[in-house]
């Protein structure tokens, strides 16, 4: 029997970390991203001014608001990417489990991105923003799941 590895994503809309335990109360930062739209203000990431209209008893014309902030789908892309990333890395197929931490909307993104195998690998989903917690404070935050498994160099009888 053998301890499963364990991979810890810590998300948030820009950045990423892959993370894993390396001892009691120890992680390690192995992996980072961060979006290249991650300081762009939402009116950059627009692509025109919003719409107008007219006012009906008078001349004056007023901005028509947008239904969604243009930030929400650069996020929701990121997250995308990161699923899409996992799918094609072969070192995450070394872990035997997975653990998601990023805010809720994002990580209900992340959950219908990945891919069945990964789906099976994911044992918890922590709706936190971790991104700015230093590798030394995560024990704090971040569950250790224990489940043991048979080794995998075990003879069938």
Do not use: Q, W
């Not at 009691?24 to 991650?38: D, E, G, M, Q």
Request: charge should be positive; include cysteine; hydrophobic fraction near 40%.
């Amino acid at each position: 029997m053998r301890a499963p590895r364990t991979l810890y994503i810590i998300a948030d809309g820009g950045r990423v970390r892959y993370i894993e335990r390396i001892g009691p109360n120890h992680f390690k930062t192995f992996r980072k991203f961060v979006s290249a739209h991650i300081h762009e203000k939402s009116s950059e990431l627009a692509r025109d001014r919003p719409g107008r209209v007219c006012e009906s008893g008078s001349p004056t014309r007023h901005a028509v608001e947008t239904r969604s902030d243009p930030r929400d789908k650069v996020e929701a892309d990121f997250i995308r990417a990161l699923a899409a990333d996992l799918r094609e890395d072969e070192t995450v197929a070394s872990f035997d489990k997975l653990v998601f931490a990023a805010p809720a909307r994002l990580a209900k993104v992340l959950r219908g991105s990945l891919s069945p195998a990964l789906t099976a690998k994911l044992a918890e989903c922590i709706d936190k923003d971790l991104t700015k917690i230093p590798d030394d404070n995560l024990n704090l935050h971040l569950p250790v799941i224990l489940t043991f498994t048979a080794a995998t160099d075990a003879t069938p009888r």
